[in-house]
């Protein structure tokens, strides 16, 4: 079973990309917290999942920042779609990550900034926008959480074996047939789940407040800017088969806080 590449397999990011990324976060932001709770319209797209006029906003200022900043790069973005993806760095976009939470009124959505070297993740942001908290992980560099008491770095903690284990997942009805009963024994061997929180849940577990995250059919925008963030904290991550996530991965991702918890989790979903 491969195992996860190695921090040192990546490029050293170059802070003027930490910075863009944190203008990008900035701006969807100020974007979304606009319309939170306002009077608009609720679509639906082709895979039925909801879109609003604050989703597609806020991903056109980010594109307008990368740009202006950053022209030669790439942008995969759920909203507005692909460009420039042979290009070696590729930012990878999720305008609004939970738009059925920010469409109820809910504040636990937030928006994903990533940055792929070579199809790689290498930088991500994890914004939520109403609670004021930020993620920033970017490798070889420890993960750092901001709120309104300032900037600090954060890990991941160690309860052990599963039966100690919390686990999160948005919702069970990302799984069915195979996956819905490999999900079903992880579930059972673990002291306790619970649902919702779309990306909130991988700042969690980066924070050291839940220990496992395994979740089905996402979207490279939906977990690429996640990797660096959770990887800089000190968790595992890998797909179902023990692969290192990346832009070709098919979408199943399982976070462990410690690598023997990892090993546990996988060998449960194997069977």
Known sequence: MSQ?????????????????????????????????????????????????????????????ILAERLPQHG?????????????????????????????????LFGTLVGLAWRGRPCLGVIEMPILGERWLGAAGRPTRFTDERGSRAVGTRDVGGLEQAILRCTSPSMFEGESLAAFDRLRGAVKSTLYGGDLFCYGQLASGFVDLVCENQLQPYDFMALVPVLTGAGATVTDWSGRPMGLGSKGDILVAATPALHAAALSRLAG
């Open 75 to 107: 942008i995969v973005g759920e909203e507005w779609g692909s460009e420039r993806t042979d290009a070696e760095w590729v930012w990878v976009l999720d305008p609004i990550d939970g738009t059925r939470a920010f469409v109820t009124g809910n504040p």
């Open 4 to 64: 996860p590449l190695p921090p040192e397999a990546l490029p050293e990011v170059p802070e003027a990309f930490v910075e863009v990324a944190g203008l990008l976060a900035d701006a969807a932001s100020a974007v979304t917290r606009g319309w939170f709770r306002g009077d608009f319209r609720i679509e639906d797209k082709a895979d039925e999942s909801p879109v609003t006029v604050a989703d597609r906003a806020a991903e056109q200022v980010m594109r307008a």
